[in-house]
């Protein structure tokens, strides 16, 4: 299989996610729909970034949408004789959108009523177990409930067994939060999760000869690109929960469709180390009676105030990522 479709997708929808953004981030503002800054959750200076429009994560997802629905339109299209499962690409997508309209409900919330804090903890997480479990349970009948995984590098499969769900689930839940968690710097989120979106087309298409995944995953490799030319820092839009959650969903999906759940905790190091930087810091501020480890969490804020600008803080990030995910390619490919 050749990249020429991926590639084409990738540009297709590099284009389409900026021109949507044209359109979005003025009517973003007409509506008032800005972000609010509390600096207790970030460093001071951010408050200049008080009213920024809120919600440019539709600019990636409908662009994702809208290039996988016209490029991979044969594989839903073909053999729909009595009753078959969606594909897998297809239902991925769909839960990656459902794990938008959580994000698009704490949003609205946060414009709604002017604060930075939308939806509660507890609603998400239940919203998000249930959208996770019913992903668990379509992988389930799809590959005939197997529970073996293999081990990056080492290349050992092991059954789990039982044992196996529970790990999906809470991978699962886990880097919806932790890729959430990653949003909080100009342009952070969406450099990162592209360099893991390119990473897994590269393995759909070399390692799994699947197009139809490839499709998917180019498309949101470029409407990522296309994002970015407005939230590059400074920053004229945010993604919001619409987006990091939309995000979130497609990291997950990266890694189940293709089997290689254990390769997300891999290709999504830098999400581990936020979400564990959080839970780290929340530990030690118990345990030393309100001393801290890190100056601010998640750990792109500790970054900043110890004097990274954001684009540097980005270009770590990313290239960090880049480094484990061009590792994890090449065992993949030996």
Not at 114 to 128: H, R, Y
């Amino acid at each position: 299989m050749s990249y020429f479709i991926p590639f084409l997708c990738f540009i297709s929808a590099a284009a389409l996610s900026a021109v949507i953004g044209l359109f979005l981030i003025p009517l973003l503002r007409r509506f008032h729909f800005g972000q609010t800054i509390l600096t207790e959750y970030g460093p001071s200076w951010h408050a200049s970034k008080q009213g920024t429009p809120l919600m440019g994560g539709l600019m990636f997802m409908i662009s994702t949408v809208c290039i996988y629905m016209l490029f991979a339109v044969k594989y839903y299209s073909e053999g729909l004789d009595g009753f078959t499962l969606p594909t897998g690409a297809l239902t991925g997508l769909i839960v990656a959108c459902l794990f938008a309209l959580i994000g698009f409900a704490d949003d609205y919330v946060k414009v709604k009523k002017k604060q930075n804090l939308g939806l509660t903890a507890i609603q998400k997480i239940i919203l998000q177990v249930i959208i996770s479990a019913a992903y668990i349970l379509y992988l389930g009948v799809r590959h005939g409930w197997s529970t073996s995984i293999q081990l990056p590098f080492i290349g050992t499969i092991i059954d789990l067994g039982f044992f196996y769900y529970i790990l999906a689930l809470i991978i699962m839940v886990g880097f919806v939060n932790a890729v959430n968690l990653t949003d909080g710097v100009d342009g952070l989120c969406g450099s990162v999760t592209f360099v893991v979106a390119a990473f897994f087309t590269v393995v759909a298409v070399s390692v799994y000869n699947s197009e139809e995944d490839a499709i998917l995953f180019a498309a949101l490799a470029g409407s990522l690109i296309g994002f970015l030319v407005f939230n590059w820092h400074p920053a004229k839009v945010f993604m919001g929960d619409t987006g990091s959650m939309f995000l979130g969903g497609m990291v997950i999906v990266m890694g189940f469709e293709l089997n290689m759940p254990l390769v997300i905790l891999l290709a999504g190091l830098i999400y581990l180390i936020e979400a564990f930087s959080v839970i780290i810091q929340v530990i030690y501020f118990k345990l030393t009676h309100g001393k801290r480890l890190f100056k601010m969490t998640p750990i792109h804020h500790h970054f900043e105030l110890s004097g990274y600008s954001e684009v540097k803080i980005v270009l770590l990030f990313s290239g960090v990522t880049l480094l484990v995910c061009a590792a994890t390619a090449l065992w993949l490919l030996i």
